[in-house]
Nanobody, 125 residues
């Protein structure tokens, strides 16, 4: 069993930066692929970014590519999402999730086994 807790959300002006973190406990962190998803009011949860077990592979949604960077620290059981050049449309609750590597479909929420409770990111115009 893996527990995930996000932190670092908040209010930021458009064009600003924010880094959200996800702390994991339980399980073997390095055996999981990690992803970030977000959900805005009235919208479905959408894929943002994902990172492989050793950080060697990453994927991004087209909407954040070049602005967001995902990284992980397996020794500290942390995963980060650095968000730069934020836009009002980035406003959402951001969730981190962990997926068993076998059969992991990176952009597919049901493929993830564990989820955090989310952290709110609000970007003002």
């Amino acid at each position: 069993q893996v527990q995930l807790v996000e932190s670092g959300g908040g209010l930021v002006q458009a064009g600003g930066s924010l880094r959200v973190s996800c702390a994991a406990s339980g399980g073997t962190f390095s055996s999981y692929g990690m992803g970030w998803f977000r959900q805005a009011p009235g919208k479905e949860r959408e894929f943002v970014a994902a990172i492989g077990w050793n950080g060697g592979t990453t994927q991004y949604a087209d909407s954040v590519k070049g602005r967001f960077t995902i990284s992980r620290d397996n020794a500290k059981k942390l995963v980060f999402l650095q968000m730069n050049s934020l836009k009002p449309e980035d406003t959402a609750v951001y969730y981190c999730a962990a997926a068993s590597l076998a059969g992991w479909r990176v952009r597919n929420p049901p493929s993830y086994n564990y989820w955090g409770q989310g952290t709110q990111v609000t970007v003002s115009s």
